[in-house]
T-cell receptor
């Protein structure tokens, strides 16, 4: 059963700490998205990659967030230093062809920054 | 103006009724439109896609698209309590890289 895998599922940390979230897309999917979801803002697109190359990270606060895809099976989202306003659920999603819209979402990483 | 707008709800309908969910988008060049369903505490899942003007039916769900009005809707017939969830409208923009933008979602509550 192919699925997008995200770790950690839950993370509680203190302000100022570094947080790294990981995503394993479905094998063969070449486009990976990072979204952040909060009650106030809904699902916000942070960044996305195609064939491991970053295509758009305009939704991401550049001073503290970074996203990478070191290989085809791993995408990472790092926050350093973390702030309470970063508390949210972070979703990774992948698709095999652009414009089908059939995003396959991971279960999300729920981040709480105290 | 947000790129994809939805009424946040909650939309409350009785079991067996038709639920109508609406979405407008700002990019006139958008070509692909989607409805995702998200249960509380879960990740979004795709329920409908539509690419051409008109209606597309799949079981109890009908998606409607009007590109001239930049409007897309989802009708759920014979609503069931299990349909209670947040429904997210998503649109691929016409700009470079074709990023998928989501609306904030409409919360639907189907009461027995």
């Amino acid at each position: 059963d192919a699925r997008v895998t995200q770790t950690p599922r839950h993370k509680v940390t203190e302000m100022g700490q570094e947080v790294t979230m990981r995503c394993q897309p479905i094998l063969g999917h070449n486009t990976v998205f990072w979204y952040r979801q909060t009650m106030m803002q809904g699902l916000e697109l942070l960044a996305y990659f195609r064939n491991r190359a970053p295509l758009d990270d305009s939704g991401m606060p550049k001073d503290r967030f970074s996203a990478e895809m070191p290989d085809a099976t791993l995408a990472t989202l790092k926050i350093q230093p973390s702030e309470p306003r970063d508390s949210a659920v972070y979703f990774c999603a992948s698709i095999d062809r652009v414009n089908t819209g059939e995003l396959f979402f991971g279960e999300g990483s729920r981040l709480t920054v105290l | 103006q947000k790129e994809v707008e939805q009424n946040s709800g909650p939309l409350s309908v009785p079991e067996g009724a038709i639920a109508s969910l609406n979405c407008t988008y700002s990019d006139r060049g958008s070509q692909s439109f989607f409805w995702y369903r998200q249960y509380s505490g879960k990740s979004p899942e795709l329920i409908m896609s539509i690419y051409s003007n008109g209606d597309k039916e799949d079981g109890r769900f009908t998606a409607q698209l009007n590109k001239a009005s930049q409007y897309v809707s989802l009708l759920i017939r014979d609503s069931q309590p299990s349909d209670s969830a947040t429904y997210l409208c998503a649109v691929y923009g016409s700009g470079g890289y074709n990023k998928l933008i989501f609306g904030a979602g409409t919360r639907l509550a189907v009461h027995p």
